[in-house]
Protein backbone atom coordinates (compact mmCIF):
# COMPACT_ATOMS: atom_id res chain seq x y z
CA UNK A 1 0.00 0.00 0.00
CA UNK A 2 1.34 3.46 -0.82
CA UNK A 3 2.15 5.73 2.04
CA UNK A 4 -0.84 7.74 2.93
CA UNK A 5 -2.01 9.94 0.40
CA UNK A 6 -5.05 11.38 2.70
CA UNK A 7 -6.05 14.03 0.55
CA UNK A 8 -9.87 13.94 -1.55
CA UNK A 9 -9.51 14.33 -4.91
CA UNK A 10 -13.53 13.61 -5.69
CA UNK A 11 -15.60 16.46 -5.91
CA UNK A 12 -18.12 16.53 -3.62
CA UNK A 13 -21.74 17.10 -4.91
CA UNK A 14 -24.13 18.56 -2.25
CA UNK A 15 -28.02 19.65 -1.62
CA UNK A 16 -27.47 22.61 -0.21
CA UNK A 17 -30.74 23.90 0.86
CA UNK A 18 -34.83 23.23 0.36
CA UNK A 19 -34.94 26.75 -1.40
CA UNK A 20 -31.77 25.59 -3.52
CA UNK A 21 -32.99 22.23 -4.15
CA UNK A 22 -30.38 21.63 -6.80
CA UNK A 23 -27.80 19.64 -6.88
CA UNK A 24 -24.49 21.38 -6.73
CA UNK A 25 -20.81 20.35 -7.27
CA UNK A 26 -18.83 21.84 -3.73
CA UNK A 27 -15.42 20.82 -3.50
CA UNK A 28 -15.18 23.11 -0.20
CA UNK A 29 -18.95 22.43 1.39
CA UNK A 30 -18.82 19.16 3.89
CA UNK A 31 -15.44 18.03 4.55
CA UNK A 32 -15.13 16.56 7.89
CA UNK A 33 -11.94 15.21 6.38
CA UNK A 34 -8.45 13.57 8.02
CA UNK A 35 -5.85 15.96 7.46
CA UNK A 36 -2.94 15.19 6.97
CA UNK A 37 -3.40 16.18 3.35
CA UNK A 38 -2.32 18.79 1.26
CA UNK A 39 -3.25 22.11 0.74
CA UNK A 40 -6.11 21.00 -2.04
CA UNK A 41 -8.27 19.35 0.87
CA UNK A 42 -10.59 21.20 2.65
CA UNK A 43 -11.83 20.52 5.75
CA UNK A 44 -14.67 23.01 6.93
CA UNK A 45 -13.15 22.74 10.93
CA UNK A 46 -9.70 22.52 10.04
CA UNK A 47 -6.67 25.03 9.82
CA UNK A 48 -8.90 26.40 5.97
CA UNK A 49 -12.03 27.11 8.06
CA UNK A 50 -12.00 30.79 7.41
CA UNK A 51 -11.14 31.05 3.85
CA UNK A 52 -13.58 27.92 3.56
CA UNK A 53 -16.39 29.79 4.80
CA UNK A 54 -15.48 33.06 2.56
CA UNK A 55 -15.68 30.34 -0.54
CA UNK A 56 -18.61 28.73 0.85
CA UNK A 57 -20.25 32.23 1.21
CA UNK A 58 -19.18 32.73 -2.38
CA UNK A 59 -20.55 29.29 -3.76
CA UNK A 60 -24.07 29.93 -2.08
CA UNK A 61 -24.14 33.42 -3.23
CA UNK A 62 -23.51 31.78 -7.03
CA UNK A 63 -25.56 28.98 -6.80
CA UNK A 64 -27.86 29.36 -9.37
CA UNK A 65 -24.31 29.91 -11.82
CA UNK A 66 -22.87 26.14 -10.20
CA UNK A 67 -25.04 23.89 -10.88
CA UNK A 68 -23.78 21.63 -12.91
CA UNK A 69 -26.75 19.80 -14.94
CA UNK A 70 -26.87 15.46 -14.90
CA UNK A 71 -24.58 15.72 -11.81
CA UNK A 72 -27.24 15.33 -9.10
CA UNK A 73 -26.55 12.89 -6.63
CA UNK A 74 -28.74 12.62 -3.53
CA UNK A 75 -27.60 12.54 0.41
CA UNK A 76 -27.75 8.41 0.56
CA UNK A 77 -27.01 7.30 4.27
CA UNK A 78 -29.06 6.80 7.03
CA UNK A 79 -27.17 7.72 10.70
CA UNK A 80 -28.40 6.97 14.07
CA UNK A 81 -27.06 8.40 16.98
CA UNK A 82 -27.05 6.49 20.40
CA UNK A 83 -27.09 9.05 23.50
CA UNK A 84 -28.05 11.79 21.24
CA UNK A 85 -28.87 14.11 24.08
CA UNK A 86 -25.80 13.74 25.48
CA UNK A 87 -23.02 16.31 25.91
CA UNK A 88 -21.14 14.29 23.26
CA UNK A 89 -24.56 13.47 21.04
CA UNK A 90 -25.76 17.02 20.38
CA UNK A 91 -22.87 18.73 18.95
CA UNK A 92 -22.11 15.65 17.52
CA UNK A 93 -25.64 15.47 16.03
CA UNK A 94 -25.16 18.85 14.44
CA UNK A 95 -22.09 18.53 12.75
CA UNK A 96 -23.96 15.07 11.17
CA UNK A 97 -26.60 17.06 10.20
CA UNK A 98 -24.02 19.49 8.05
CA UNK A 99 -23.23 16.55 5.97
CA UNK A 100 -24.40 16.35 2.61
CA UNK A 101 -23.65 12.56 2.27
CA UNK A 102 -26.57 11.91 5.31
CA UNK A 103 -30.53 11.52 4.34
CA UNK A 104 -31.82 10.78 8.07
CA UNK A 105 -30.62 11.50 11.47
CA UNK A 106 -32.19 8.82 13.91
CA UNK A 107 -31.47 10.32 17.36
CA UNK A 108 -31.83 7.87 20.51
CA UNK A 109 -31.65 8.27 24.07
CA UNK A 110 -33.08 7.03 27.01
CA UNK A 111 -33.43 10.81 28.14
CA UNK A 112 -35.97 12.71 25.90
CA UNK A 113 -34.42 13.68 22.59
CA UNK A 114 -37.33 15.26 21.35
CA UNK A 115 -36.11 18.75 21.85
CA UNK A 116 -33.01 18.12 20.21
CA UNK A 117 -34.51 16.74 17.20
CA UNK A 118 -36.99 20.12 16.99
CA UNK A 119 -33.91 22.64 17.29
CA UNK A 120 -31.78 20.46 14.52
CA UNK A 121 -34.74 19.92 12.33
CA UNK A 122 -34.75 24.11 11.73
CA UNK A 123 -31.04 23.72 9.98
CA UNK A 124 -31.42 23.66 6.52
CA UNK A 125 -29.63 20.99 5.63
CA UNK A 126 -30.41 17.49 3.58
CA UNK A 127 -30.56 15.63 6.28
CA UNK A 128 -34.07 14.63 8.29
CA UNK A 129 -33.94 14.31 11.76
CA UNK A 130 -36.08 11.49 14.12
CA UNK A 131 -36.78 11.55 17.83
CA UNK A 132 -36.57 7.98 19.33
CA UNK A 133 -36.86 8.06 23.13
CA UNK A 134 -36.49 4.80 25.32
CA UNK A 135 -35.93 1.40 24.66
CA UNK A 136 -39.52 0.82 23.25
CA UNK A 137 -38.00 2.97 20.22
CA UNK A 138 -34.76 1.96 19.88
CA UNK A 139 -35.76 -1.02 17.21
CA UNK A 140 -37.36 1.67 15.30
CA UNK A 141 -34.30 4.16 15.38
CA UNK A 142 -31.81 1.62 13.90
CA UNK A 143 -33.89 -0.02 10.95
CA UNK A 144 -31.72 0.47 7.61
CA UNK A 145 -28.49 2.40 9.16
CA UNK A 146 -25.68 2.43 7.58
CA UNK A 147 -23.87 4.13 10.20
CA UNK A 148 -24.21 4.01 14.02
CA UNK A 149 -22.51 6.36 16.18
CA UNK A 150 -22.78 5.29 20.18
CA UNK A 151 -21.72 8.36 22.91
CA UNK A 152 -24.12 6.83 25.34
CA UNK A 153 -22.87 6.29 28.80
CA UNK A 154 -21.63 8.52 31.45
CA UNK A 155 -18.71 10.72 31.65
CA UNK A 156 -15.69 11.07 33.58
CA UNK A 157 -15.20 13.02 36.73
CA UNK A 158 -11.91 14.49 38.07
CA UNK A 159 -9.87 11.70 39.85
CA UNK A 160 -11.92 9.04 37.40
CA UNK A 161 -10.19 7.01 35.24
CA UNK A 162 -11.69 5.89 31.96
CA UNK A 163 -11.65 2.01 33.39
CA UNK A 164 -14.19 3.19 36.36
CA UNK A 165 -16.39 4.08 33.71
CA UNK A 166 -16.72 0.43 33.27
CA UNK A 167 -19.30 -0.72 35.63
CA UNK A 168 -21.62 1.26 34.09
CA UNK A 169 -20.57 1.95 30.40
CA UNK A 170 -20.39 -2.07 29.87
CA UNK A 171 -23.81 -2.53 30.25
CA UNK A 172 -25.06 0.00 28.09
CA UNK A 173 -23.21 -0.71 25.30
CA UNK A 174 -23.78 -4.66 25.33
CA UNK A 175 -27.37 -3.89 25.38
CA UNK A 176 -27.23 -1.07 22.59
CA UNK A 177 -25.34 -3.53 20.58
CA UNK A 178 -27.28 -6.31 21.18
CA UNK A 179 -30.21 -3.59 19.49
CA UNK A 180 -28.01 -2.80 16.71
CA UNK A 181 -27.03 -6.74 16.09
CA UNK A 182 -30.96 -7.23 15.44
CA UNK A 183 -31.81 -4.63 13.34
CA UNK A 184 -28.79 -3.31 11.44
CA UNK A 185 -26.31 -5.71 11.39
CA UNK A 186 -24.91 -4.60 8.35
CA UNK A 187 -24.16 -0.83 9.81
CA UNK A 188 -20.70 0.22 10.21
CA UNK A 189 -20.74 0.77 14.32
CA UNK A 190 -18.71 3.74 15.73
CA UNK A 191 -18.11 3.00 19.66
CA UNK A 192 -17.03 6.50 21.76
CA UNK A 193 -18.49 5.38 24.97
CA UNK A 194 -15.31 4.84 27.51
CA UNK A 195 -13.47 3.07 28.29
CA UNK A 196 -13.17 2.11 24.56
CA UNK A 197 -10.58 -0.63 25.14
CA UNK A 198 -13.17 -2.63 26.86
CA UNK A 199 -16.30 -1.49 25.29
CA UNK A 200 -15.18 -2.34 22.10
CA UNK A 201 -14.20 -6.09 23.04
CA UNK A 202 -17.69 -6.48 24.56
CA UNK A 203 -19.54 -5.16 21.36
CA UNK A 204 -17.57 -7.67 19.42
CA UNK A 205 -18.82 -10.37 21.79
CA UNK A 206 -22.10 -9.19 21.34
CA UNK A 207 -22.37 -9.54 17.79
CA UNK A 208 -20.43 -12.42 17.72
CA UNK A 209 -23.39 -14.06 19.89
CA UNK A 210 -25.72 -12.79 17.57
CA UNK A 211 -23.75 -14.16 14.67
CA UNK A 212 -23.42 -11.24 12.67
CA UNK A 213 -19.60 -10.33 13.75
CA UNK A 214 -17.79 -8.60 10.87
CA UNK A 215 -14.70 -7.26 12.63
CA UNK A 216 -14.61 -4.75 9.52
CA UNK A 217 -17.43 -3.11 10.53
CA UNK A 218 -16.78 -2.48 14.34
CA UNK A 219 -14.48 0.67 15.25
CA UNK A 220 -13.27 2.00 17.96
CA UNK A 221 -13.33 6.25 17.91
CA UNK A 222 -10.01 7.11 18.45
CA UNK A 223 -10.07 9.98 16.40
CA UNK A 224 -9.85 12.59 18.94
CA UNK A 225 -6.13 11.47 19.88
CA UNK A 226 -4.91 12.03 16.44
CA UNK A 227 -6.71 15.80 16.46
CA UNK A 228 -5.23 16.44 19.75
CA UNK A 229 -1.69 15.28 18.74
CA UNK A 230 -2.29 17.22 15.35
CA UNK A 231 -3.29 20.25 17.30
CA UNK A 232 -0.15 19.85 19.88
CA UNK A 233 2.63 19.68 17.33
CA UNK A 234 1.42 22.02 15.28
CA UNK A 235 1.41 24.50 18.11
CA UNK A 236 4.72 22.95 19.43
CA UNK A 237 6.56 23.80 15.73
CA UNK A 238 4.59 26.42 14.55
CA UNK A 239 3.25 24.44 11.72
CA UNK A 240 -0.49 25.22 9.82
CA UNK A 241 -2.31 22.94 11.35
CA UNK A 242 -3.72 21.49 7.84
CA UNK A 243 -0.42 20.21 7.16
CA UNK A 244 -0.12 18.18 10.27
CA UNK A 245 -0.48 14.55 10.58
CA UNK A 246 0.15 12.14 13.54
CA UNK A 247 -0.80 8.84 13.72
CA UNK A 248 -1.89 7.62 16.80
CA UNK A 249 -1.72 3.78 18.17
CA UNK A 250 -2.36 1.25 20.86
CA UNK A 251 -5.85 2.09 22.49
CA UNK A 252 -7.31 4.99 24.03
CA UNK A 253 -6.81 5.29 27.33
CA UNK A 254 -3.19 6.68 29.07
CA UNK A 255 -0.50 4.96 28.32
CA UNK A 256 -1.97 2.82 25.48
CA UNK A 257 -2.16 6.25 23.83
CA UNK A 258 1.02 6.05 21.69
CA UNK A 259 1.00 8.85 19.19
CA UNK A 260 4.11 7.82 17.11
CA UNK A 261 6.04 11.31 16.99
CA UNK A 262 8.83 10.28 14.57
CA UNK A 263 5.69 9.58 11.66
CA UNK A 264 4.74 12.49 11.63
CA UNK A 265 3.91 14.55 8.34
CA UNK A 266 5.37 16.59 7.29
CA UNK A 267 8.39 15.06 8.25
CA UNK A 268 9.65 17.43 11.54
CA UNK A 269 12.68 17.07 14.06
CA UNK A 270 11.80 16.54 17.71
CA UNK A 271 14.25 16.42 20.95
CA UNK A 272 14.04 14.04 23.49
CA UNK A 273 12.50 16.05 25.61
CA UNK A 274 9.78 17.23 23.45
CA UNK A 275 9.00 13.29 22.18
CA UNK A 276 8.36 12.85 26.32
CA UNK A 277 6.39 16.50 26.81
CA UNK A 278 4.39 16.25 23.69
CA UNK A 279 3.36 12.53 24.38
CA UNK A 280 1.98 12.49 27.79
CA UNK A 281 0.26 15.68 27.01
CA UNK A 282 -1.60 13.93 24.46
CA UNK A 283 -2.42 11.22 26.62
CA UNK A 284 -3.56 13.29 29.38
CA UNK A 285 -5.29 15.25 27.44
CA UNK A 286 -8.81 14.19 28.34
CA UNK A 287 -7.83 14.63 31.53
CA UNK A 288 -6.72 18.24 31.12
CA UNK A 289 -10.75 18.44 30.00
CA UNK A 290 -11.71 16.92 32.38
CA UNK A 291 -10.17 18.70 35.27
CA UNK A 292 -10.98 21.94 33.55
CA UNK A 293 -14.75 21.30 33.91
CA UNK A 294 -14.26 20.61 37.20
CA UNK A 295 -17.11 17.88 37.76
CA UNK A 296 -19.15 19.18 34.90
CA UNK A 297 -17.71 16.32 32.72
CA UNK A 298 -15.34 15.25 29.99
CA UNK A 299 -14.44 16.21 26.28
CA UNK A 300 -17.98 16.76 24.18
CA UNK A 301 -17.05 19.56 21.55
CA UNK A 302 -13.68 18.08 20.45
CA UNK A 303 -14.38 14.90 20.93
CA UNK A 304 -18.34 15.75 18.79
CA UNK A 305 -15.43 17.08 16.32
CA UNK A 306 -13.87 14.34 16.09
CA UNK A 307 -16.55 11.36 15.91
CA UNK A 308 -18.16 13.64 13.55
CA UNK A 309 -14.98 13.26 11.42
CA UNK A 310 -14.39 9.55 12.07
CA UNK A 311 -18.56 9.17 10.63
CA UNK A 312 -18.01 11.05 7.79
CA UNK A 313 -14.93 8.88 7.00
CA UNK A 314 -17.02 5.73 6.82
CA UNK A 315 -19.87 7.37 4.61
CA UNK A 316 -16.85 9.08 2.18
CA UNK A 317 -15.75 5.53 2.29
CA UNK A 318 -19.35 3.77 1.68
CA UNK A 319 -19.97 6.32 -0.96
CA UNK A 320 -16.99 5.19 -2.58
CA UNK A 321 -13.93 7.65 -1.75
CA UNK A 322 -10.84 5.64 -2.36
CA UNK A 323 -9.10 7.39 -0.40
CA UNK A 324 -10.13 7.22 3.23
CA UNK A 325 -8.06 6.93 5.89
CA UNK A 326 -8.15 7.21 9.80
CA UNK A 327 -7.03 6.10 12.83
CA UNK A 328 -9.10 3.32 14.15
CA UNK A 329 -9.43 0.55 17.74
CA UNK A 330 -10.43 -2.13 15.54
CA UNK A 331 -9.71 -5.91 15.54
CA UNK A 332 -6.25 -6.43 14.40
CA UNK A 333 -3.50 -8.53 13.63
CA UNK A 334 -0.10 -6.61 14.12
CA UNK A 335 0.74 -7.20 17.61
CA UNK A 336 -0.39 -10.04 19.30
CA UNK A 337 -3.39 -8.18 21.04
CA UNK A 338 -6.42 -9.07 19.33
CA UNK A 339 -8.01 -5.48 19.11
CA UNK A 340 -5.42 -2.26 18.36
CA UNK A 341 -5.60 1.11 17.26
CA UNK A 342 -3.96 2.28 13.64
CA UNK A 343 -4.39 3.69 10.81
CA UNK A 344 -6.89 1.82 8.36
CA UNK A 345 -8.00 2.31 5.08
CA UNK A 346 -12.14 2.41 5.31
CA UNK A 347 -14.12 1.45 1.73
CA UNK A 348 -16.76 0.16 0.64
CA UNK A 349 -17.49 -2.42 3.24
CA UNK A 350 -15.50 -1.02 6.23
CA UNK A 351 -11.97 -1.30 6.83
CA UNK A 352 -10.39 -2.87 3.62
CA UNK A 353 -6.79 -2.82 5.30
CA UNK A 354 -4.98 -2.17 8.38
CA UNK A 355 -1.83 -0.17 7.55
CA UNK A 356 0.49 -1.42 9.67
CA UNK A 357 3.70 -0.05 7.85
CA UNK A 358 4.04 2.47 10.87
CA UNK A 359 4.69 -0.12 13.11
CA UNK A 360 7.79 -0.60 11.03
CA UNK A 361 11.21 1.70 11.86
CA UNK A 362 10.05 2.96 15.21
CA UNK A 363 12.17 4.49 17.75
CA UNK A 364 13.79 3.54 20.66
CA UNK A 365 11.18 5.40 22.86
CA UNK A 366 8.44 4.65 20.66
CA UNK A 367 9.04 0.77 20.83
CA UNK A 368 9.36 0.94 24.50
CA UNK A 369 6.32 2.49 24.63
CA UNK A 370 4.59 -0.13 22.71
CA UNK A 371 5.79 -2.79 24.91
CA UNK A 372 5.12 -0.79 28.07
CA UNK A 373 1.01 -0.55 26.59
CA UNK A 374 0.74 -4.01 25.93
CA UNK A 375 -0.25 -5.17 29.57
CA UNK A 376 -2.20 -2.53 30.06
CA UNK A 377 -4.62 -2.88 26.93
CA UNK A 378 -4.47 -6.41 27.21
CA UNK A 379 -5.90 -6.56 30.35
CA UNK A 380 -8.71 -4.00 29.20
CA UNK A 381 -9.62 -6.34 26.15
CA UNK A 382 -9.68 -9.68 28.50
CA UNK A 383 -12.44 -7.27 31.32
CA UNK A 384 -14.28 -6.65 27.89
CA UNK A 385 -14.77 -10.08 26.88
CA UNK A 386 -15.03 -11.62 29.99
CA UNK A 387 -17.64 -8.95 31.25
CA UNK A 388 -19.55 -9.99 27.55
CA UNK A 389 -19.13 -13.96 28.39
CA UNK A 390 -20.29 -13.63 32.35
CA UNK A 391 -23.64 -12.95 30.81
CA UNK A 392 -24.19 -14.05 27.72
CA UNK A 393 -25.84 -12.37 24.91
CA UNK A 394 -28.73 -14.52 23.53
CA UNK A 395 -28.64 -15.66 19.92
CA UNK A 396 -31.22 -14.27 17.81
N1 LIG B 1 -13.79 7.97 22.69
C1 LIG B 1 -13.42 9.15 23.15
O1 LIG B 1 -12.42 9.72 22.70
C2 LIG B 1 -14.26 9.85 24.19
C3 LIG B 1 -14.01 11.20 24.51
C4 LIG B 1 -14.82 11.82 25.45
C5 LIG B 1 -15.85 11.11 26.08
N2 LIG B 1 -16.05 9.80 25.76
C6 LIG B 1 -17.12 9.00 26.40
O2 LIG B 1 -18.37 9.28 25.76
C7 LIG B 1 -19.43 8.96 26.68
C8 LIG B 1 -20.47 10.07 26.70
O3 LIG B 1 -19.95 11.25 27.21
P1 LIG B 1 -20.86 12.57 27.39
O4 LIG B 1 -19.96 13.65 27.89
O5 LIG B 1 -21.67 12.80 26.17
O6 LIG B 1 -21.84 12.08 28.57
P2 LIG B 1 -23.30 12.66 28.94
O7 LIG B 1 -23.62 12.13 30.28
O8 LIG B 1 -23.33 14.14 28.74
O9 LIG B 1 -24.25 12.01 27.85
C9 LIG B 1 -24.47 10.64 27.78
C10 LIG B 1 -25.85 10.42 27.21
O10 LIG B 1 -26.04 9.01 27.13
C11 LIG B 1 -27.38 8.77 27.47
N3 LIG B 1 -27.56 7.37 27.86
C12 LIG B 1 -27.22 6.73 29.00
N4 LIG B 1 -27.58 5.43 28.94
C13 LIG B 1 -28.13 5.25 27.72
C14 LIG B 1 -28.70 4.14 27.06
N5 LIG B 1 -28.77 2.94 27.64
N6 LIG B 1 -29.17 4.31 25.83
C15 LIG B 1 -29.10 5.53 25.23
N7 LIG B 1 -28.59 6.62 25.79
C16 LIG B 1 -28.12 6.48 27.04
C17 LIG B 1 -27.68 9.74 28.60
O11 LIG B 1 -29.08 9.92 28.78
C18 LIG B 1 -26.98 10.98 28.08
O12 LIG B 1 -27.84 11.78 27.31
C19 LIG B 1 -18.74 8.70 28.02
O13 LIG B 1 -18.60 7.31 28.20
C20 LIG B 1 -17.37 9.32 27.85
O14 LIG B 1 -16.41 8.72 28.67
C21 LIG B 1 -15.28 9.17 24.83
Redesign the pocket.
Known amino acids: MSHLALSCHRTAQVFLSAKCSRSVSLNSFCGLKSVGASASSYSLFGGHSLSLFQRHAVVVRDLETVVAPGQARAAAYKVAV??A?????QPLSLLIKMSPLVSDLNL????NVKGVVADLSHCNTPAKVCTFTGADELAAALKGVDVVVI??????KPGMT?DD?FNI?AG?VR??VEAVADNCPNAMITI???P?NSTVPIAAEVLKAKGVYDPSKLFG??T?DVVRANTFVAEKKNLRLIDVDVPVIGG?AGITILPLLSKTRPTVEFTPEEVEELTVRIQNA?TEVVEAKAGA????LS?AY?AARFAESCMRALDGDPDVYECAYVQSEVTELPFFATRVKLGKKGLEAVVSGDLAGLTEYEQKALEALKPELKASIEKGISFANKQPTAAV
Open positions: LGAGGIGYDIAPAGVPRRLNISLISNVVTLHGGSATMA
